[in-house]
């Protein structure tokens, strides 16, 4: 039946179905997943690194996490060319925020304001949805910590724990078993681990395949994000006894 609805963005079928941008979610299934947690002295995010190849030159950036403003952070899933686009569009609308009113912006008003990017995308003729969903973390005045989930079709969310890309249904399920309201940072890093451990089609987990990002207050009461090294995510996939402690030669 959808042959005749999923040639445009713009029509809905019998069934009130938008076939494109249902597409759009299906090709984020297959990126490489990230789950956000939020605790209670901050926001935790992980992604997995999709390793194509032994001879891709690692970059020394980061490939799923993205600082958007000193207060707000991004895990990304999907088509990373699209999201380029998105994440340079949020840290423009970042940025002359602070210009006009001296004081970051609210994390949700950045959330709504791409979102409204996004859906615009879904509704006028000769565009394609964008293909990437993104998990927002940050920390506002208002609000204290925030955790939002965005997909292609412009809806957003406020999560507690939330997970995007492949396998983020079995995922999600095991967050909700395992989640707690007080949860740690320490605690929600751990979770975040082991659920990734659990839902990855690789069998082995290592520091090259995952990234892992924090936003916290430090002790100045600044916000701060910081992405863990490879040495301390070795140390903490060890740890928590994720992945075995390499042989000693």
């Known amino acids: 039946m959808s042959r005749r609805y999923d040639s445009r963005t713009t029509i809905f079928s019998p069934e009130g179905r938008l076939y494109q941008v249902e597409y759009a979610m299906e090709a984020i299934g297959n990126a490489g997943s990230a789950i956000g947690i939020l605790s209670k002295d901050g926001v935790v995010l992980v992604g997995e690194k999709k390793v194509t190849s032994k001879l891709l030159q690692t970059s020394t950036s980061t490939e799923k996490m993205y600082k958007i403003d000193d207060h707000i952070a991004c895990a990304v899933a999907g088509i990373m060319s699209d999201a380029n686009i998105l994440i340079n569009t949020a840290r423009v609308q970042a940025q002359r925020y602070t210009f006009s009113y001296q004081e970051p912006m609210p994390v949700e008003q950045l959330v709504q304001s791409l979102c409204d990017t996004k859906q615009g995308y879904t509704q006028f003729g000769g565009l394609r949805p964008f293909g990437v969903s993104f998990l927002f973390a940050g920390w506002d005045k208002n609000y204290g910590f925030q ?88 140390k903490l996939l060890v740890k928590y006894g994720v992945t075995q402690p390499p042989a000693e030669a």
């Open 147 to 234: 955790l939002y989930m965005s997909d292609p079709s412009g809806n957003y969310g406020g999560w507690k724990a939330a997970a995007i890309g492949a396998n983020n249904q079995a995922a999600q399920s095991m967050l909700k078993q395992d989640y707690k309201d007080d949860i740690s940072r320490e605690e929600a890093v751990q979770l975040a681990l082991k659920v990734l451990s659990k839902t990855m089609d690789s069998t082995s987990l290592t520091s090259d395949k995952l990234e892992l990002a924090e936003v916290f207050l430090s002790s100045s009461g600044k916000v701060k994000y910081e992405v863990c090294t490879p040495d301390a995510l070795s």
